[in-house]
């Protein structure tokens, strides 16, 4: 039941980071959500074959504070990639558009 809990969690945190960082119109809807969704439980999974108890605060702390992280660079990063790489492209045709059109 808590790994539904912390799995519901860090799909806020990703919800929350879609709409709260820039970059929203370069990715999916569902893709940071699921990202945090992922992280917070296999970092909750991976806590509790190390030993740690899933009644204490620091699991929940570390599992959801891992998602907010990875939600944030995983937002970044994507955002940041997609600008470039639809730049590189639209200058490439663009470009090639051009020299087609004047030969």
Not at 42 to 60: E, K
Request: aromatic residues 10%.
């Amino acid at each position: 039941m808590e790994l539904l809990f912390v799995f519901l969690g860090g799909a806020i945190f990703g919800t929350i980071a879609r709409y709260t960082l820039p970059h929203r119109d370069e990715h999916g809807s569902v893709l940071v959500p699921a990202i945090g969704a992922v992280v917070a439980s296999v970092v909750w999974v991976a806590l509790t074959w190390l030993g740690w108890a899933w009644d204490g605060g620091w699991i929940w702390w570390v599992s959801l504070g891992a998602s907010v992280v990875a939600v944030i660079v995983a937002d970044l990063a994507i955002g940041r990639h997609r600008v470039q790489t639809d730049a590189a492209l639209l200058t490439k045709l663009t470009g090639s558009a051009a020299t087609a059109t004047t030969h």
